[in-house]
């Protein structure tokens, strides 16, 4: 049976295996910054899981189940995630880096196909790695060998995937703090970032120390902004999800206990949908 969010959320050894699958997703985040920040945004992760699951149940066939612009826009739309200009501009990003491409026309030259590119594949392989070896983790399950074994699943599990993301109320509504970063550019590695220095052994602080001391080497690394990356944590201390041990830049710096369940929780929603994904992948 897929364990559900709130075993996952209640489980002891949660804490350790996020902080390792957070430091999993930060190294593919320095391998690729730029193709990693496609999934470090809300928005742009959503769109990009769109695109995908279009492109995984494409039928060559039938141009009407092609992954086209004007598909995938209509798709974006339907699910609220984004403006047609949005979604337009998100597909001219993909093609102008290189992450999707275009296929030879069909029958109907006016139709023009899209196609992830094996570097875009490779990625999203790796994302859903570093998800199955946590919920393996968890329960010493063997979902990464099947998926190992079986490569070619990722183009069943990965709509599966999808349409529980979009169909979450927890994934579209994030909570509080968590909302702050996920519009940020490149928010979600920050999170990442912040737990990845947090010790699992202090999780239950009101003030958890991360391994973040200068907000300045901390933006250059993630390549933002200094002056926007400071404004989202000025408000996030307002909120009271983070803070200063001692003198602002030159002590570490704390999350909130709060902060730190959201986190932990979104990452339960998340897993959650993973495994009952790959269960309805994986024959019984």
């Not at 364990?3 to 930060?26: D, F, Y």
């Not at 995938?72 to 609220?80: E, G, K, L």
């Amino acid at each position: 049976m897929a364990l559900n969010a709130e075993e996952i959320s209640g489980h002891p050894a949660l804490h350790r295996c996020v902080r390792a699958q957070a430091l999993a997703l930060l190294r593919a985040y320095q391998g690729n910054p730029r193709l990693a920040s496609v999934f470090a945004t809300q928005q742009r992760w959503l769109m990009a899981h769109i695109g995908l699951a279009l492109h995984f149940r494409r039928d060559p066939r039938d141009y009407r189940k092609e992954l086209t612009t004007a598909r995938f826009i209509d798709v974006i739309r339907q699910h609220q995630v984004a403006s047609r200009n949005t979604a337009d501009a998100f597909v001219k990003e993909m093609l102008h880096y290189n992450f999707i491409q275009l296929v030879p026309a069909s029958e109907d030259g006016r139709i023009r196909p899209l196609q992830p590119t094996q570097l875009t594949l490779e990625a999203v392989t790796d994302w859903m790695l570093a998800h199955l070896q946590t919920l393996d983790s968890l329960e010493g399950g063997a979902r990464l060998t099947r998926f190992l074994e079986q490569p070619a699943m990722l183009a069943g599990l990965q709509p599966l995937v999808a349409e529980g993301l979009l169909s979450s109320n927890p994934v579209r509504e994030p909570r509080q703090t968590f909302s702050l970063f996920t519009w940020l550019n490149n928010g979600g590695v920050v999170m990442d970032w912040l737990i990845s220095g947090v010790d699992p052994d202090h999780a239950g602080l009101d003030h958890i120390p991360t391994g973040v001391v200068s907000i300045g080497d901390f933006a250059r690394w993630l390549k933002l902004s200094r002056t926007h990356l400071g404004r989202k944590f000025r408000d996030a201390e307002e909120l009271g999800s983070v803070g200063w041990l001692g003198q602002r830049g030159n002590s570490v710096m704390w999350v909130s206990n709060d902060f730190y369940r959201e986190y932990m929780t979104a990452q339960a929603v998340k897993l959650a949908i993973i495994d009952a994904a790959f269960e309805a992948c994986v024959p019984a």
